[in-house]
């Protein structure tokens, strides 16, 4: 029997001769492909119903408000720019749960983590692409609306000077808005690979600190303590942001009886939102430390 001979079988692979476009570019195309799949772009018909409806939502008080305006000669708008995503905070918050673990709990379930970090991005890519998508996804859907309200202002023909004005602080707040929500959206849902935990969680987070703040507040109103109102602001998002904007943005506060926090208050207010957001990237951080292994 004749021995075997070995054979080299040449099956097509060459060498990559394109340009290596390293880390710049694959954060880029991360912030990206996270950026469009918070609205469902990129993915089927059914992933865009929901963020494309709560982003209608969003919208359609904004030109219901810039209607009346119009039609009935109002002298100011309904709502101040400042007061409009504290109103509908409850559409923020079921759209940050929804697409928070749709950005990172599925990379987490499917175990994808060790894949990017495979290429050339890094843990620090990762995390700052995917905060900077979710933060931007939300400034979309908080600042659209504010854009309708002045448009539709300047074509009343209100004060340009003062809409312009309010326009600017009210983008300022939800910027602050924006990032504080991703970052504590995203450390929530990326506690666990289970999509469904990750929307509860962050629903729990949101609401239940909202509805506890708001109660102890209604109860200092009623017993007169007022200089305790303030205070309790401090421990929900919503109210800290409120508490930012009424003591920096000229904001009319939305706590019981007005009593927002004075400038005193107001620069622990602002020092408590950046730590959170700080303290959420750190979180973040820590957490894909050892979920790229």
């Known amino acids: 029997?004749?021995?075997?001979?070995?054979?080299?079988?040449?099956?097509?692979?060459?060498?990559?001769?394109?340009?290596?476009?390293?880390?710049?570019?694959?954060?880029?195309?991360?912030?990206?492909?996270?950026?469009?799949?918070?609205?469902?772009?990129?993915?089927?018909?059914?992933?865009?119903?929901?963020?494309?409806?709560?982003?209608?939502?969003?919208?359609?008080?904004?030109?219901?408000?810039?209607?009346?305006?119009?039609?009935?000669?109002?002298?100011?708008?309904?709502?101040?720019?400042?007061?409009?995503?504290?109103?509908?905070?409850?559409?923020?918050?079921?759209?940050?749960?929804?697409?928070?673990?749709?950005?990172?709990?599925?990379?987490?379930?499917?175990?994808?983590?060790?894949?990017?970090?495979?290429?050339?991005?890094?843990?620090?890519?990762?995390?700052?692409?995917?905060?900077?998508?979710?933060?931007?996804?939300?400034?979309?859907?908080?600042?659209?609306?504010?854009?309708?309200?002045?448009?539709?202002?300047?074509?009343?023909?209100?004060?340009?000077?003062?809409?312009?004005k309010g326009f600017a602080q009210g983008l300022v707040s939800v910027v602050l808005l924006s990032f504080l929500f991703a970052g504590l959206g995203l450390v929530v849902a990326a506690l666990t690979p289970r999509r469904g935990f990750g929307v509860a969680g962050v629903i729990a987070l949101l609401m239940i600190s909202y509805g506890a703040v708001s109660t102890l507040q209604a109860i200092a109103l009623d017993r007169d303590t007022t200089d305790a109102i303030a205070w309790f602001g401090l421990f929900s998002p919503v109210t800290v942001v409120d508490g930012v904007q009424t003591a920096f943005l000229s904001a009319t506060s939305a706590f019981p009886g007005h009593h927002g926090p004075s400038t005193g208050q107001g620069v622990v207010y602002l020092a408590v939102l950046l730590a959170l957001i700080a303290g959420s990237y750190g979180l973040l951080m820590r957490r894909y430390r050892k979920a790229g292994l």
């Open 1 to 164: 029997m004749a021995p075997a001979q070995d054979v080299i079988h040449n099956i097509g692979y060459r060498n990559y001769a394109g340009a290596r476009l390293g880390r710049a570019y694959a954060r880029r195309a991360l912030f990206s492909q996270s950026l469009r799949g918070a609205y469902g772009l990129g993915r089927s018909a059914k992933s865009k119903v929901l963020p494309m409806t709560l982003f209608g939502v969003m919208c359609v008080p904004a030109a219901i408000m810039v209607a009346v305006t119009v039609t009935a000669k109002l002298s100011k708008l309904p709502l101040e720019y400042t007061r409009y995503a504290i109103v509908l905070q409850a559409v923020i918050g079921l759209f940050l749960a929804a697409q928070a673990p749709q950005s990172v709990s599925r990379d987490l379930r499917f175990k994808t983590i060790p894949l990017y970090f495979s290429r050339p991005i890094e843990r620090v890519d990762y995390v700052v692409a995917k905060f900077a998508a979710m933060a931007s996804a939300l400034f979309v859907l908080t600042a659209t609306p504010l854009l309708i309200l002045y448009v539709g202002a300047l074509l009343a023909k209100l004060d340009f000077a003062a809409q312009t």
